[in-house]
């Protein structure tokens, strides 16, 4: 059973920066793509970035500039640094893969930002 774990989220304040790593667990990532989600309270579920096998990656608006997604295939691993956050980043962040027909989530990291 693939899983996928998540760790880095913490308190932070406005302006300031984290790092989120994603650890893959029972497969190889380096062939997925991998997606990393936000859900604030009382909202839907959003992507914020992705990164296929080919290294291409993908943003949402918002946070085009200030997020950076990467892998590091020998550690099986997917980070997102987060630059510049601010208040309206607040939110429990997954990491997804999509193993056709298939849907694994990790358990999140509260990533909370204090203006």
């Known amino acids: 059973q693939p899983q996928l774990v998540e760790s880095g989220g913490a308190l932070v304040q406005s302006g300031g920066s984290l790092r989120l790593s994603c650890a893959a667990v029972?497969?190889?990532?380096?062939?997925?793509?991998i997606g990393w989600y936000r859900q604030a309270p009382g909202k839907q579920r959003e992507l914020v970035a992705g990164?296929?096998?080919?290294?291409?990656?993908n943003y949402a608006d918002s946070v085009k500039g200030r997020f950076t997604i990467s892998r590091d295939n020998d550690k099986n691993t997917v980070y997102l640094q987060m630059n510049s956050l601010k208040p309206e980043d607040t939110g429990v962040y997954y990491c997804?893969?999509?193993?056709?027909?298939?849907?694994?989530w990790g358990q999140g990291t509260q990533v909370t930002v204090s203006s």
């Open positions: 990164i296929n096998s080919g290294g291409r990656t």
């Open positions: 997804n893969v999509f193993m056709g027909p298939y849907d694994y």
């Open positions: 029972g497969f190889t990532l380096d062939y997925y793509v």
